[in-house]
C-alpha cells in the first residue's frame, strides 16, 4: 500500500465517520433545540440498560436517535406496486449518496504532514505533506454543484417512479425549486470566485488565513456579506427544510416525492436531510468563515500581531484545525436548526417569486458590484 | 350577460400593509430568529447550569407539589386506633362505584363485638378507576378517603395495577378519625386480621 493511498483511506474513514455521526446526532440535536426553543424538555425516554444491571443510561435522551434508527430498519418495506421498480429502488440512493459525496473536495483541516506525527512511519512517507481533503481537486467547486445536481435527480425519480400523485407533485415542486435555488447559489458564488480567483475549495479556505485591516479575519463572509446570507438561504432552500419544504409539505402532501417510501429507504431520505445540513454547514464554513482557519493561527502556532508568538508542535495545530473546523460546522448546523424551527413554510407561489424576483437579482447585483470593485482594485 | 360586474375584491379598513421593510423579508426574519435564539440560549442557560428551561414536570420521577388540597388522587382505608380498617365491609362504595372497581371481602370477628364485621380482602382496580370519588361520598364509616397525591400510579401490567389492602394502609395519620370508638380493642394482642 502506497502512503498516499493509506492517507486517503483514513480520510475517507474520517469524512464518513464525521458525516454519519453529524447525522444521527442531528437527529437528536433537532428535537432537543427545538424543546428548548419553545420551552418544553425534548424527548428524554429512551434508554440503554447496561446488561445484568438496573443501571439505565438514559443521557439526555441522546438514544431516541438509535431507537428510531433501529426501528427503521426493523420495519418492514412495503412497496408500492410501481411500473419503474429500478427508479423506485434508485430513488433513495440518489438522493443520499451526492450528499456525501459533496464532502469528498471540502478541506477539512490544513496540511498534514503524517512522518511529524508518526516519527516510526518517517521513511515510509518521506517528507511528503497531503492537504487535509479526500480529493484537492482543481475544480471543487465545481464538484460540488454537480454533485448538487445529481440529488435533484434523485428527488425527481423517487417521486415519478412511487406511482403516486402526491409523490408526483412533490417531485415537480423538488424540480423546479432546487433548479431555482441552484441558480441562486452558483450565482452568489461567482462574486468569491471574482476575489480569490479560483474555484479550488482549499486554494479559497488558504486565501482567508490572513486578517483584513488588522483586526477582522479574512473570510469570505467579510468580503460579501451579502453572497454569505443569499448562500445560506439557497442551502436551506436546497436541502428542502422549512421554510423551504414545499417538496415534502406534510399537510399538502402527505410526505411529498417520499410518501410510498418505508422503513429504511424513507430512512435514508431523511439521513440525507440531516447529513445535508452538516454538509451545508461545511460548504458556508469553508467559503465564508474560513474553513479550518482561527485567526492569527499558522502553521507554526499562534502569531499575533502585536508580537507575541504561541509555538505549537505539528499534531496539536492539526487537532486545533481539525476541531476548528467541526465547531464552525457544528454552529451553522445549529443555526439552521434556528430557522427552520422559526419561519413558517412559503405559499408555492411566494418560494418562485422569492427565488426569481428577489434573490436572484440581489445576486446579480452582488456580483456586478463585486466585479467592479475587484476590477477597479486591480 | 353584459350586466354582470367584474368581481371586485372587498378591501377591508385594516388590511395588513407591508412596507419595503417587511417585503425585504430578511429583517423580519432576523427579527424572528433573534426571538427565538433568545430563548434557545436562555434556555440552555438555564439547562447547563442545572435548572429546567421549562415547567414540565418529570413524571412519574416527579410530581408537582401544587396540586388542590381537595384534589382526588390515591385512595386510602383508614384505621382504628389499633391499626385494623375502620371499614366494616358494608359494600356502599362497591355498590356506587361506576366504574365498579372496588372489590370487598367481608368476614367476622367474634372477639370485636362493637366491630364485627370487617374486610379480610379489599381491592381496587385502578386500571379501571375513574377518580370519582363516589365512594367516598357513599362510605357511612369515613372509611375510605382519597389523599391528594397519586404516588406510583402509572405501570406496565394491568394485573399489577390492582390496589391490595395493605397499600390501602399504609396510611399514617391514624388518630384522625371520625367516629370515636370504645377501646374494645385495646390490649389485645392478636394483630390486625
Redesign the interface.
Known amino acids: 500500500m502506497s502512503p498516499d493511498f493509506a492517507i486517503t483511506l483514513v480520510y475517507i474513514g474520517y469524512a464518513l465517520a464525521v458525516l454519519l455521526t453529524f447525522g444521527a446526532v442531528l437527529t437528536w440535536v433537532e428535537r432537543k ?1 427545538a ?7 425534548g424527548a ?1 425516554r429512551a434508554y440503554l440498560r447496561i446488561p445484568f444491571t438496573q443501571v439505565k443510561l438514559i443521557w439526555l435522551g441522546l438514544f431516541h436517535g438509535m431507537a428510531d434508527g433501529l426501528k427503521l430498519l426493523l420495519k418492514e418495506d412495503f412497496k408500492p406496486v410501481t411500473y419503474d421498480k429500478l427508479g423506485y429502488a434508485l430513488g433513495p440512493w440518489l438522493a443520499f449518496t451526492p450528499v456525501v459525496l459533496v464532502f469528498a473536495v471540502i478541506p477539512f483541516g490544513g496540511t498534514l504532514n503524517p512522518g511529524l506525527l508518526f516519527p516510526g512511519l518517517a521513511d515510509w512517507f518521506g517528507g511528503r505533506t497531503y492537504p487535509m481533503q479526500i480529493a484537492p481537486l482543481d475544480a471543487g467547486l465545481l464538484v460540488v454543484f454537480a454533485f448538487g445536481g445529481i440529488a435533484i435527480i434523485g428527488a425527481m425519480l423517487a417521486g415519478w417512479s412511487s406511482s403516486n400523485k402526491f409523490s408526483m407533485l412533490g417531485a415537480l415542486r423538488a424540480g423546479s425549486q432546487l433548479i431555482s435555488y441552484e441558480l441562486v447559489m452558483g450565482l452568489t458564488i461567482l462574486g468569491l470566485i471574482l476575489i480569490w480567483g479560483t474555484v479550488d475549495l482549499d486554494a479559497m479556505v488558504r486565501q482567508q488565513s490572513g486578517t483584513v485591516l488588522g483586526f477582522l479575519p479574512a473570510w469570505g463572509i467579510v468580503y460579501q456579506p451579502i453572497a454569505a ?1 443569499l448562500f445560506l438561504t439557497a442551502g436551506i432552500a436546497e436541502n428542502k427544510r422549512i421554510p423551504f419544504d414545499l417538496p415534502e409539505a406534510e399537510s399538502e402532501l402527505i410526505s411529498g416525492y417520499f410518501t410510498e417510501y418505508s422503513a429504511m429507504k424513507q430512512g435514508m431520505f431523511m439521513l440525507s436531510e440531516f447529513i445535508e445540513i452538516a454538509v451545508i454547514g461545511a460548504l458556508f464554513t469553508t467559503l465564508f468563515l474560513g474553513g479550518y482557519n482561527l485567526p492569527w493561527l499558522t502553521d507554526a502556532g499562534f502569531v499575533f500581531p502585536g508580537g507575541g508568538t504561541i509555538e505549537l508542535g505539528h499534531g496539536t495545530v492539526v487537532a486545533i484545525q481539525v476541531v476548528t473546523f467541526l465547531a464552525k460546522v457544528f454552529l451553522l448546523c445549529s443555526f439552521q436548526i ?2 427552520r ?3 413558517p413554510r412559503f405559499r408555492w407561489d411566494q418560494l418562485l417569486s ?1 427565488a426569481w424576483k ?1 434573490l436572484l437579482p440581489l445576486s446579480i447585483a452582488n456580483l456586478v458590484v463585486t466585479a467592479v470593485a475587484v476590477w477597479a482594485l486591480t | 350577460m353584459s350586466s354582470r360586474k367584474p368581481y371586485v375584491r372587498k378591501r377591508y379598513w385594516n388590511e395588513p400593509e407591508m412596507g419595503w421593510y417587511e417585503r425585504a423579508y430578511f429583517f423580519e426574519v432576523w427579527r424572528g430568529v433573534r426571538i427565538t435564539g433568545g430563548v434557545f440560549l436562555a434556555n440552555l442557560w438555564k439547562f447547563m447550569t442545572g435548572r429546567k428551561g421549562a415547567l414540565t414536570a418529570y413524571y412519574p420521577e416527579e410530581t408537582r407539589a401544587d396540586y388542590a388540597a381537595h384534589n382526588r388522587g390515591k385512595h386510602i382505608l383508614t384505621q382504628r386506633p389499633d391499626g385494623r380498617p375502620q371499614c366494616v365491609a358494608c359494600n356502599m362504595c362497591a355498590t356506587v362505584c361506576p366504574a365498579q372497581v372496588i372489590e370487598i371481602d367481608a368476614a367476622f370477628d367474634p372477639d370485636d363485638p362493637s366491630h364485627p364485621k370487617y374486610p379480610s380482602r379489599f381491592e381496587i382496580d385502578y386500571s379501571r378507576c375513574v377518580f370519582c370519588g363516589l365512594c367516598v361520598e357513599a362510605c357511612p364509616e369515613d372509611a375510605i378517603r382519597m389523599v391528594k397525591e397519586t404516588p406510583d400510579l402509572p405501570g406496565f401490567d394491568r394485573d399489577r395495577m390492582w390496589l391490595k389492602q395493605e397499600e390501602l394502609l399504609n396510611w399514617q395519620p391514624k388518630q384522625d378519625v371520625a367516629k370515636p370508638y370504645p377501646d374494645a380493642g385495646a390490649g389485645r394482642t392478636r394483630g390486625a386480621p
Request: hydrophobic share 65%; proline share 0%; charged share 10%.
Open positions: 433545540q424543546a428548548l426553543m419553545s420551552d418544553r424538555i428524554n446570507i434556528l430557522i424551527w422559526t419561519l422569492f428577489f
